[in-house]
């Protein structure tokens, strides 16, 4: 007989050591971590709507599911990172992640390409630099509207972020890679062709009325926002233009007249602030949008226009030395870019900080597609009474 064998036999038929309450817990929220993240990062996440720029799409309160597999998964480009954080740990206000390691940019296989007039969501493109005291607000358009670079940093606490971690916005895809992007008194315009927003999209119109005495809170009813102007006749309404059809028939009703900036009027807000374009929120353009393989000519008239996107969001060293542009140190007079980009825009339209303002979306920044609402709640009253329960599990569109 084999000792060994029998010994060894003898040793595996003992009880093994059970788990303590406190492992057996440990193990359990362990797993729990993981598997949740392994959802939330390759699978489907959930979001809340914090404003009001895709309204009548999406509304304040509304709580829905991204899918990550739809357009293919971003592999993490910060894996150190404390789970379910975004870029700030609750409570503490600090860094929720350590980039120290950076990954590059890399996505799984997905079911679908981006198309024209899906609900994205992504990481904001200039979030790479971000004032703490002032999250709300934008560092580069604080610079346009007169503070000084010098100034933000001297009164602020100043800071940087990479792509993964920059703040989630979530828009309408207007354009695709490759597309003439135009606007044209409020409508856009892709591909020569006028997109114009069915069922959604809010905007101001001047309202005049044959007589002061209205019953506003009936206009207010039918889902238009009501401000008072200077005259007793005129007022300022917000709503969609399926909204503005059916105000035009009321008999009380002398003129309605759309609130639009007029064209040639400068807007420096409005990327690519360049003077020498004459844009602003509702006519801009036409340009194209990067794609992946197209080569651009380095020039005056479309630096404004890609130099951000060939400097930050590609990665290259870019700089004009005399007339001549030098990238990554040799002299250039084209170059192709590496990736797709979009332009996003908010479907409430002239409350909406969007493309218009910040530029192109590039590919690595994408989340994700926009799939349903789960949950929906307003502002006002008890809790079930502040569910609408009519946009529980809609889909968006």
């Not at 914090?50 to 309204?55: A, F």
């Not at 493309?355 to 349903?372: C, Q, T």
Request: glycine share 8%; proline share 6%.
């Amino acid at each position: 007989m084999n000792w060994k064998f029998w010994q060894k036999r003898k040793d595996s038929d003992k009880p093994k050591k059970k788990k303590t309450k406190t492992r057996e817990w440990v193990d359990a929220i362990v797993f729990a971590v993981v598997a949740a993240t392994i959802i939330r990062v390759f699978f489907i996440e959930a979001y809340t709507i914090p404003s009001g720029s895709m309204e009548r799409s999406l509304l304040v309160g509304d709580f829905l599911f991204v899918s990550k597999v739809n357009y293919g998964a971003r592999v993490p480009m910060t894996p150190v990172a404390f789970p379910f954080a975004h870029h700030t740990m609750p409570i503490f206000g600090t860094k929720a992640y350590w980039d120290g390691v950076q990954w590059k940019y890399r996505r799984l296989p997905g079911f679908q390409e981006i198309k024209r007039n899906d609900v994205v969501v992504f990481n904001f493109p200039e979030g790479d630099t971000v004032v703490l005291e002032r999250q709300d607000d934008n560092y580069y358009q604080m610079q346009l509207r007169g503070e000084s670079r010098e100034s933000i940093w001297s009164q602020f606490s100043v800071v940087s972020r990479p792509v993964d971690k920059r703040e989630n916005f979530i828009k309408r895809c207007i354009a695709i890679a490759g597309d003439t992007m135009a606007m044209k008194n409020g409508l856009a315009i892709v591909n020569g062709k006028p997109s114009p927003l069915v069922g959604t999209g809010g905007f101001g119109y001047t309202v005049e009325f044959n007589t002061s005495e209205v019953n506003l809170k009936l206009f207010e009813e039918m889902g238009f926002k009501v401000g008072p102007t200077a005259l007793p006749t005129v007022f300022r309404f917000e709503g969609t233009p399926d909204l503005i059809k059916e105000l035009k028939k009321s008999p009380y009703v002398k003129s309605v007249s759309e609130e639009l900036t007029a064209p040639e009027e400068y807007d420096p807000l409005i990327f690519p602030h360049d003077k020498n374009r004459k844009w602003n929120l509702d006519n801009y353009g036409p340009f194209v949008v990067p794609k992946k393989g197209w080569t651009v000519t380095l020039d005056s008239l479309n630096m404004p226009l890609y130099e951000r996107a060939i400097r930050i969001y590609e990665g290259n060293q870019l700089e004009k030395v005399g007339n001549d542009w030098m990238l990554n140190g040799k002299k250039a007079t084209t170059y192709t870019f590496k990736m797709n980009y979009y332009w996003m825009m908010g479907d409430n339209r002239h409350a909406s900080a969007d493309s218009r303002y910040w530029g192109f979306v590039p590919e690595d920044h994408i989340v994700g597609k926009a799939l349903f609402i789960w949950l929906s709640v307003d502002g006002e009253g008890s809790f079930f009474n502040k569910i609408r329960w009519s946009r529980i599990f809609k889909g968006i569109h």
